[in-house]
């Protein structure tokens, strides 16, 4: 009957920690995600440059637009730092992504992420992030 109650016990106590665990990586990872959306960064602008590798992103002016893509690529998250004949181009293992993010040629499996961003008012710097 003892074993029968250390038994009991231990799979109760057991279930505790892995819940109390649960709860503490589901709380480390909402507060990384909060923080790391509230991030905004502000960066000069150059509205003559095509394309801009700034920080962890990529700045692309495209007739009159300007879109912000993730420097990650979607393969292995090697950042993109190259622009040929039109594409980026990651040095990893050569995917290939048209200037508003979308995949030509794999090994990547999807688009480059686009993220929010505004010119300021004087057109000086560009703000990227939320």
């Known amino acids: 009957m003892a074993t029968n109650t250390r038994r009991t016990f231990l799979k109760i106590a057991a279930a505790g920690i892995a819940a109390i665990f649960v709860f503490l990586w589901n709380k480390l ?6 923080t790391s959306q509230q991030s905004k960064s502000v960066f000069p602008f150059n509205k ?4 801009s590798f700034i920080d962890n992103y990529i700045v692309v002016n495209n007739e009159g637009t300007t879109t912000v893509l993730s420097s ?3 393969h292995l998250g090697c950042t993109i730092n190259n622009a040929e ?5 990651c040095p990893c293992h050569g995917s290939e992504y048209d200037l508003t993010g979308k995949i030509l040629k794999g090994p990547a499996y999807k688009n ?3 993220i929010p961003s505004k010119i300021t008012e004087n057109g000086q710097n560009i703000e990227i992030g939320s």
């Open 112 to 114: 480059l992420e686009i």
């Open 72 to 74: 990650k690529c979607s």
């Open 29 to 34: 990872i909402v507060n990384h995600l909060a």
């Open 85 to 89: 004949n039109g594409k980026l181009v």
């Open 48 to 51: 003559n440059k095509t394309v």
